[in-house]
């Protein structure tokens, strides 16, 4: 297959050089993080991986491309989309091949991908779904068929494999789709969108691999069209975020990505108001969005309950994505603020320590009854949590002509090359998230003058930064730019973010967390569990205003940091529903010792009651 | 026709003599209300039902009949239970009839009895959405269908008619199907119930009219099964109530029926632990029940958001049918203070002022895009509140063989049937619920020594009652027992409730109500409309500890009472979503006056914000 692509890049996307990009990523496999993260994608690589597959052989998700392909007999398993489930681990297990090479999986791949290409069509169809006597329903239902969602995960992750093995075997699948994609849709053929978003980010990256700009208008056809199932607006007419939350979302993210490669403004502004107004009202402090069960949609400004937060795990993800993407054309460091956020709370909590259940729903507390699950019948969770840690590595660091841009902070070595064509060293020593300094040598294969850019994020308002020794303040919520000749011998950079664990206020409009407080130290938000907290009633008790402690506890979950602190706790007395107030009883409180640990780490031990929001003293 | 039925009793139900039943209820047409009830009524009578009657004949409901008997030609429009709108609007006329005879309306239900009667089977069977090709539905999909649904309120419709003319034309129908259903349900034969409890309490009272056994067998057959939505419970498994409120408290609703007849102690015990469930843990001030907009159902323990309560009207309704039953069998006044307090804030908020429109969602808090509606697809609360309004009369009084139950106050001339035969005539003189004073005038037609029952609300902890000039005090939430001989001159019972306005305050597991408290006078629970507070932000204010004020407005909203004080109003700044709690800005505050309107007066002047529960001064 000809193919225009020029370079061979393997970062999560990759931006044509003459796009409107601000800062370029870095390759996921230049990056090998350790620490928290990296136990995290150690996690996600053995356990993980492996036993999502497993569950794919048992329901059913790869014999439906056997019984596709006509490999084997059977009835096709119909659970809409469930093509995608496969196609996003396909994603997961390229990305990681980046980081940790493994034959027997590069051989897995090899043999699904010829799998799937044998489902494939002569023209270029495929989504087992609608084979046999779906076969009629094709394109009929583009509201809730999922047919370009199928496909555009396909595409992601023949891109994510051409990325990490060279290989085109995939690639040419998604591209044969992407040819009739369009050929079947545009101007005068069907003149209509995908139920749910997907399509457009991964035909702008279908775009930046082969250079064919088909893709690209294919993707801003879709997005000049209504998207029915979010309120029927067209991208450029949305109000605010509404509907489906992924959806919504997935769409900002391919909107960015096509704002990026055609540098149209009228993107840009309405992509900022659209995030002011995801990030600024409809956030829960734990990154997660989409507070309603009903419909998995964005609730209305300040709509974000506790108990019944839905916050699916896709969500955050398709949050972190958007965040990046906003970053990279604006460099401007709240983006990659709330990814982090994101990252360390909402998203995290969506798998268990052990790697084996996932969340799909992510509340702010729980009675317990909410519980992990190994698989979801929507299965859409899993593999794309797996994806997301896979690629991980590759959010860390970016170029820019200016210099280098270091975006997270974790134990990790890692290279980049600069748009000199030199190659930086980088290693971080840290123990971030849960230690506050980090010390990160960076040595240029030969001297050259660049800037470093350092986030400093916006919770760290004490934050040093050293040079060699020499000291800077550095504003949070920016990037520190230190501009420099950097010598080829190591060179140190030293940050204290001034970690401590503090409280948190929220806006009074949010109804569920009027005068409630909630535990922060750096970007790790904190819960208290009632297995840490006996005698405490979580749900009716006061913060102290007490001094909060900090420990680590290297023997708890896996090694964590706890904060601790006094609180005062309602005794569990039958209390009214209502009454008068001059008559309601006074609470009766006592005075109890708590523990919180990071909210990511809820649920992994038995059940347990869970909140993040407390009351407050008052 | 044989009928069994001895006696012609015109109750809302009618329990037979020899049931569990500790209070009877007295007919619907022997109370004449005015005031505030009696004006409701009265719109009701003149403006609701002849519209919601022209709606049906413009959405099909009425036409369905006609095309299903073959009288004319076209396609059924199929929303489901259609049928059972039709029913409980003829349900809501006949009901009316008994307190204002129309001879017009009572040939139009004639035609359309006839009409129904037409459309019946010869085997019994009738709904029209399973007519045409859709007859091989039938008992197909109980979980879904409605079948039994639409039966029962068919039973229901039919006994009302019955009840207000004498007449056995629809009643024929009605039993007619119902020996069809008894004959296909049953012990060996289908054993399932339906989705959507209903037919349990029209069995029961179907059974009470004709004294034919087999119908309450089959509601308690019915009640023995596992109701597949509700949790798969059959009626005594229940932990609490749960699922959708609507069909949970129907249920519960024919479970009491059930136990009034049959005097089951099980029955009796479960009926009391869930009531408590819902009454002391999942229902609003408004009495509005099933806060989920997802699934129609009840939440958590204390899950009762404001903006995103559902509070169907319909599920109201069920409240208070199920509570007044609830009365019935214990005689306890805490039944009927929730039947009051949902009465006069979550039921009649679900029509406007001027009798057109209808809500299906009544929620606490609105930024304004809540408004009433004519007409819904699913269209069950309008009738529904029809049926309610038009039968209020009857939940007025009771007699038991003690005596003379006064359960609701408002200014009415009503006449009731002692268990002697001896008719006493009753004039209320007071503007209650606007007005605390009542003054009960009692006219036996002879002396006769008996007991007069006066329920004192919860809410009047200084409460006063003298009986002919003589004082007592009573105790709130207690019916007040006053034994006597009661001359059949006029004789005088005086009531001062000690109405004013105070604040409430709420159990502190609701997470949406922190730190919040609620305006109520009397019964009536009081709102914040931004259009009677420009200047005032509804969602981020707090409420002074001053002296609320209250004023009777002649020319506000037909005329009503508000209450009005000081409040801190927070500024419209652009405040963080979350911060720092010792960085995150103090709201500033301004003092204002504040006007609060009766909750059930809401969204009757175009769009407006509202808020029920307000920030406490701290």
């Keep these: 297959m000809e193919r225009e692509c020029k370079k061979m890049e393997k970062a999560i996307v990759c931006p044509g050089r003459n796009s409107k990009v601000k800062v370029f990523p870095v390759n996921i496999g230049d990056v090998k993080l350790k620490g928290l993260l990296g136990s995290r994608i150690e996690t996600n690589r053995r356990t993980s991986i492996p036993s999502l597959y497993k569950s794919f052989l048992e ?35 390229s990305c990681d091949l980046q980081n940790e090479y493994d034959r027997e999986r590069a051989r897995l791949l090899d043999k699904l991908i010829s799998l799937i290409s044998k489902t494939q069509e002569k023209s270029g169809y495929i989504d087992t779904f609608y084979a046999e006597s779906f076969r009629k329903e094709r394109f009929k239902n583009l509201y809730h068929g999922h047919e370009l969602y199928c496909g555009g995960h396909l595409i992601q992750s023949a891109i994510a494999h051409h990325r990490a093995t060279g290989k085109d075997s995939f690639l040419d699948v998604a591209v044969k789709w992407a040819d009739f994609i369009c050929r079947k849709f545009g101007k005068g053929r069907i003149e209509e969108n995908d139920g749910h978003p997907e399509v457009e980010m991964a035909l702008v990256e ?25 309120d029927g607006h067209a991208f450029l007419e949305f109000p605010g975020v509404t509907g489906h939350a992924v959806r919504m979302i997935y769409l900002c993210s391919g909107a960015t990505d096509y704002c990026i490669e055609t540098g149209d403004r009228k993107y840009l502004g309405k992509l900022l108001s659209l995030w002011e107004d995801m990030a600024g009202r409809k956030t829960y402090i734990t990154g997660g969005i989409g507070s309603r069960y009903s419909g998995e949609t964005f609730g209305m400004p300040y709509e974000l309950p506790n108990l019944r937060a839905y916050a699916e795990s896709c969500a955050a993800i398709a949050s972190m994505m958007w965040n990046y993407r906003m970053f990279l054309i604006t460099g401007e460091g709240r983006f990659m603020d709330l990814f982090e956020n994101t990252l360390y709370n909402g998203f995290l909590s969506g798998v268990s320590l052990d790697g084996r259940e996932y969340f799909y729903v992510n509340p702010l507390a729980s009675r317990g009854e909410h519980r992990r699950k190994k698989w979801y019948d929507c299965t859409c969770c899993p593999p794309n949590i797996q994806r997301m840690l896979a690629s991980l590595p590759g959010y860390f660091y970016g170029v820019s002509k200016e210099g280098l841009w270091v975006n997270l902070y974790g134990e990790s070595e890692s290279v980049a090359r600069l748009f000199s064509g030199n190659k930086v060293r980088m290693i971080q020593k840290t123990g971030y998230p849960y230690d506050g300094k980090v010390s990160l040598e960076i040595s240029p294969e030969r001297s050259e003058e660049f800037s470093i850019f350092l986030r400093i994020p916006r919770w760290a308002d004490n934050c040093i930064v050293k040079i060699n020794g020499r000291k800077f303040t550095a504003e949070p919520g920016q990037y520190f730019v230190g501009r420099h000749l950097w010598e080829s011998s190591k060179e140190n950079v030293e940050i204290d973010f001034g970690l401590k664990p503090v409280l948190y206020s929220t806006h009074p409009e949010i109804e569920s967390t009027k005068g409630c407080a909630a535990i922060k130290r750096g970007p790790v938000l904190y819960c208290l569990e009632s297995v840490d907290n006996p005698g405490v009633n979580l749900f009716n008790c006061r ?53 919180a640990i990071p909210y990511h780490l809820w649920a992994n031990r038995g059940t347990s009651r869970m909140a993040v929001w407390l009351g407050k003293h008052i």
């Design 59 to 93: 329901y059913g998700t790869v014999d439906n491309f056997r019984i596709a392909s006509g490999e084997k007999k059977g009835s096709i398993t119909r659970r809409l989309a469930t093509d995608s489930d496969l196609y996003k681990w396909m994603e997961a297990v």
């Design 206 to 230: 279908l775009y930046r691999t082969t250079g064919r700009e088909k893709y690209l208008e294919l993707a801003g056809f879709f997005m000049s069209k209504p998207y029915k199932i979010l």
């Design 543 to 595: 913060l102290e205003k007490t001094k909060l402690k900090e420990r680590f506890e290297p023997d708890l979950l896996g090694g964590t940091h706890t904060v601790s602190g006094e609180i005062l706790s309602g005794q569990d007395e039958h209390l009214p529903l209502y009454e008068k107030a001059d008559r309601y009883p006074d609470p009766k409180f006592s005075k109890r010792r708590f523990k």
